[in-house]
């Protein structure tokens, strides 16, 4: 049996697969996307939750922002966030069952 090659896809794309990648490799990124889920939630909420300064989450999801990982509305005097792309959680379903889960490639 022969392994089916994966590399039918250009450098641009793959380069910019690893940038997304590379930008979901943090706790506290994967934390506040946890937070956020399918839906949209103030600054405030996600802050709530996490239980971390103000700061540390808002350089966070700028970056997260400005990648295109996240899209921020305005309302009045607060800021939301929802995910761009709903898949990112495939994504991170799959990290957890692999990685977080007993029994995981991780373990």
């Not at 793959?14 to 939630?41: D, F, N």
């Not at 995910?83 to 379903?93: H, I, Q, T």
């Amino acid at each position: 049996m022969t392994a089916r090659c994966m590399v039918d896809v250009d450098d641009e794309k793959l380069e910019r697969g690893a940038r997304c990648i590379k930008m979901l490799a943090h706790p506290l990124r994967l934390k506040i996307l946890m937070v956020i889920g399918t839906g949209e939630v103030p600054v405030s909420g996600i802050l709530e939750a996490i239980g971390t300064s103000q700061s540390n989450v808002s350089q966070h999801l700028g970056q997260m922002r400005d990648k295109g990982i996240l899209i921020a509305r305005r309302d009045a005097n607060q800021v939301f966030y929802r995910v761009r792309e709903p898949k990112v959680f495939e994504l991170l379903a799959l990290v957890r069952e692999l990685f977080c889960e007993p029994g995981g490639a991780g373990r």
